[in-house]
């Protein structure tokens, strides 16, 4: 009796397909996943520069006031901290932090004038999958002279 080879798909040929196409789903899948808590972060990140660009708008705006004589000037001095809260009062995970800082501070000179110019950090906290983040943006406010030569 003679036995032909046969051609074709055996058991373990299917076996091992089977294997490579689910590594493959898995890969991809993690793939998939990282990409998805990246942009959630950087979707994050992005928000909480933004809050932190309009608080310093709005620092600006205002400009140099008075509630800022006397602070910032042996240490830096906290001027708001609160949780941020969208229209509806409702919490957005954001945390917000005001610093401000005297120039005499700053440089580490207590020869200079107190309460000329004042550095203003706001810091944005918020919770990522990685852990606590925060993004701080600073900006200078100068006290106007009345003085004209």
């Known amino acids: 009796m003679h036995i032909k080879e046969e051609k074709g798909v055996t058991g373990v ?3 091992i397909s089977v294997i490579i196409i689910t590594i493959f789903i898995a890969l991809i ?5 990282n990409i998805n808590i990246n942009s959630k972060n950087i979707e994050r990140r ?28 042996q240490q830096q001095d906290i001027l708001t901290d609160e949780d941020i809260n969208d229209e509806n009062g409702k ?10 800082s005297d120039y005499v501070y700053i440089k580490g000179d207590s020869t200079k004038q107190n309460d000329l110019v004042k550095q203003i950090t706001v810091k944005i906290a918020y919770n990522t999958s990685s852990g606590e983040k925060s993004e701080e943006i600073s900006t200078y406010i100068t006290k ?6």
């Not at 899948?29 to 996943?33: K, P």
């Not at 008075?66 to 910032?72: D, H, L, T």
């Not at 919490?91 to 401000?100: L, M, N, S, V």
């Not at 106007?144 to 030569?149: A, D, F, I, Q």
Request: cysteine-free.
């Open 13 to 15: 040929d299917i076996v």
């Open 29 to 33: 899948a993690n793939l998939i996943a």
């Open 46 to 73: 992005s928000q909480a520069i933004s809050y932190a660009v309009d608080e310093i708008e709005k620092i600006k705006a205002k400009g140099y006031i008075e509630s800022y004589n006397n602070k910032g000037i």
């Open 91 to 100: 919490f957005t995970g954001f945390h917000k932090t005001i610093y401000i």
């Open 144 to 149: 106007e002279s009345n003085n004209e030569k």
